[in-house]
Structures are given as structure tokens and as C-alpha cells.
């Protein structure tokens, strides 16, 4: 996490040399939702915002240097990751968010890991930094984003499983193919997801 604001100024200015423009506007979007979300519920403002800066930082990673990356690591590639960077970027995200940008806690590492998937029984900061990948500012793609936002800021848990919902309905509507994590995570979420309406 960034120690102080010199560190956390290095931190923003490293990631952006990595992004895109747009994407780095994202990342921005995301660190100052995720911010909000944790002081919001009672959650650390500043690892919440790390999270944010760092999530995306190995978006534009070549895949098969991400996918090094993660078998140096000893991290399993499972057959849809191979080659998808989509799925792929987190991983490998949160191995660079360790060994280059000098994050050392756990938490932050685990939230960037499992941003793009979710995962079963997820901690406050992984919530707060998925849910905030789907509703900062900039977004304005999906469906249901006035009431994912406002349920966010309500019941995290509620704005999670109608994230869940959304991103399962538009995963099987373009028949793209489900990850194994992405699946378990709906599945162990499934029946407050049914109590939506
Ligand atoms: O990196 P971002 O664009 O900010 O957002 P993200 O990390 O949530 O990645 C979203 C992408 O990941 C989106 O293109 C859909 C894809 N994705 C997420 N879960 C799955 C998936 N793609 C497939 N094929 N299967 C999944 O289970
Ligand atoms: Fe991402
Ligand atoms: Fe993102």
C-alpha cells in the first residue's frame, strides 16, 4: 500500500506509463469509487485505493508474458485463461502489483487477483474493488447501472449479486465461454441472487 503520498503519487504516475488513456482514467474512476465504498462501509480508505490504482496495471501485458509471469509464480493457467487476457490480466496484475510496484498486503494483492472473476466467500475489499470496476464513473455500458450504484452504496452484498446476475446474463447471451472462478462465485452467491427481482 502506498505509505505516503510521495509513494502514492510514484504509484499513480507508474501505472499510467502502463495504460492507455481511457484506461487510465478508468483506473482512476475505480481507485476513487473503491475510496468511497470503503469509507462508505467501514473498510480501509487506503487499501481500497491501492486496489483500484493497481487492478488493471498488467491490462496491456503481452498475454503470453502474463501467462510466464503466472506459471513463474506457480500459478495454475486453466485451458480458457490460456491466451485470454481478459481473464488473464489479474492474475498476472496482481503479481506485478507485488514485484514491481512494491505491495506486500495480502488483502490488496488477493482483491486484484480476483477483480475480473469474483470468487466463493469474498472479503470486503474484494467486493469494494469489484463492485467498483463496474460502476465508477466512466462506465456506461451495462444495464441497470443507476440501481447497481445506489444499491452499492446501500448493501454491498446486493450490489455485488446484481453484478454477478448481469455479467452471468451477458456472458451466456454473447455465448462467451464461463470460467470455472466466475461460475463458483455465482453459484455460492445463487440463492441471495434468486431473492433479487
Ligand atoms: O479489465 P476491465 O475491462 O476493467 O474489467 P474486468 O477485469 O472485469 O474484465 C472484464 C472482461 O472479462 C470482460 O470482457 C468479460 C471478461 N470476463 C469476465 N468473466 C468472464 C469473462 N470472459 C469469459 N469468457 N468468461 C468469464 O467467465
Ligand atoms: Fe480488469
Ligand atoms: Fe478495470
Redesign the pocket.
Known sequence: MAKTEKDRLEMIRAVQKELKYARFI?TLG?AETAAALAVRHGCDIHKAETAGIL??CAKYMDVSKMESLCRKEGLEISPLERGNPALLHSKAGSILARTKYGVEDPDILEAIRYHTTGKPDMSMLEKIVFIA?YIEPGRDQAPHLDEIRKAAFEDLDKALCMILKDTLSYLRENEREIDFLTQKTYDYYEDRIRTLN
Open positions: 478508468h475505480v487492478h488493471d470496476d
